[in-house]
């Protein structure tokens, strides 16, 4: 049986995705991202750097890379949700599906900065804004590579792309606004509306990384504009 220690609102959701689309039985884990649960001793001997997700797949085999786990996920069965070495999707396909940590590393950054940096002095509102800059440069490539109408990202159809994308875009959308982005904002209704979408929510009396659901770049003027 695949078990899977995940942590809600984190990067494990992409595993979540991959696993209800293929229909697979699996054993959910979850973990409070805050309460020091991920550094046990126990923990760590599934992933030594305290993380989630860790994907066990048997054997005493254990993924600790979200999108490691995705790309495993997919060529299982079918492998329907992966693009096979020669198709035509297939660079296209390897180069989006490790896109999504170039957004997730931003959605790091910024979870860090406004929330697991609790105190305003911990914080730089230099580097707040940045990120989100930085994050919404990176959505806006997603923005354009759904300029033709294509439902999902790849031309094909839909993928374990879109499932890896799609945490960057539901942190993502945290930290700054998807308006200008009318074909990601599509594409993230459709992605919503799928029937898996909903098991990697949160479930009742879980405990959240997130509490708002819009956390502000904080304003920050150029020295000569404060002075
Ligand atoms: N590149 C890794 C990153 C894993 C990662 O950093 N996960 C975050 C949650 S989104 C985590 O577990 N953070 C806990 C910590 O840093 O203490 C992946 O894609 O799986």
Redesign the pocket.
Known sequence: MIRLHH?PQ???MRVIWMLEELGLEYELVSYN?FDKS?RSAEYKALNP?????ALEIGNGQVI????AAVEYLAELGEGALSRAPGTPDRAEYLDLLHYA?TT?QHC?NLTQAHIVLYQDWMKSPTQMGLEAKRLAVTLRRLEAQLEDGRDWMLAGGFSAVDCALAYGVFVGEKFTSLDDMPNLSAWWDRFKARPGFAKALPKEGEALIYRKDFYPPPEVGKPEETS
């Open positions: 942590a984190a990067r494990s991202f991920l750097a305290g993380r989630v997700p600790c890379e979200s999108g940590e997730g790091a």
